[in-house]
């Protein structure tokens, strides 16, 4: 079974930045892409940002690309989110997901997910 525990969210003023961490439990962390989704109170869940298995591929939604950088630490079993440029727009819960190709998670196809942070973004 894979665990994700999300954490580092919190709450910042606009323009400024945040980093999210997903760190992974079990041996698989390696053999999973990785991605980044949010969702604000009644709002759809939206794809924010995946990095595939050796990190070498990321693709952003649009609304963040630019501002936000997707990275992993495979020896540390840990995905990053850096958040900069922050707006208030980007008030959500913040959920950290495993798929099976970048490409897949892009789509909405989820293995496994965290229980999510809160990031609150104040004008």
């Known amino acids: ?7 580092g969210g919190g709450l910042v003023q606009a323009g400024g930045s945040l980093r999210l961490s997903c760190a992974a439990s079990g ?3 390696s053999s999973a892409a990785m ?4 969702q604000a109170p009644g709002k759809e869940r ?3 940002a995946g990095i595939s298995r050796s990190g070498s591929t990321t693709y952003y939604g649009d609304s963040v690309s630019g ?14 989110l850096q ?3 922050l707006k208030p727009e980007d008030t959500a819960a913040y959920y950290c997901a495993t798929g099976f190709t ?12 965290g229980r999510g942070t809160q990031v609150t973004v104040s004008s």
Do not use: C, H, P
């Not at 501002?67 to 990053?80: M, P």
């Not at 970048?102 to 997910?113: C, E, F, N, T």
């Open 67 to 80: 501002r936000f950088t997707i990275s992993r630490d495979n020896a540390k079993n840990t995905a990053y």
């Open 27 to 29: 041996r698989t962390f």
């Open 102 to 113: 970048v490409i897949r998670l892009r789509q909405g196809a989820y293995d496994y997910w």
């Open 1 to 7: 079974q894979v665990q994700l525990v999300e954490s």
């Open 35 to 38: 991605g980044w989704f949010r």
């Open 83 to 85: 958040m900069n440029s």
């Open 46 to 48: 939206e794809f924010v």
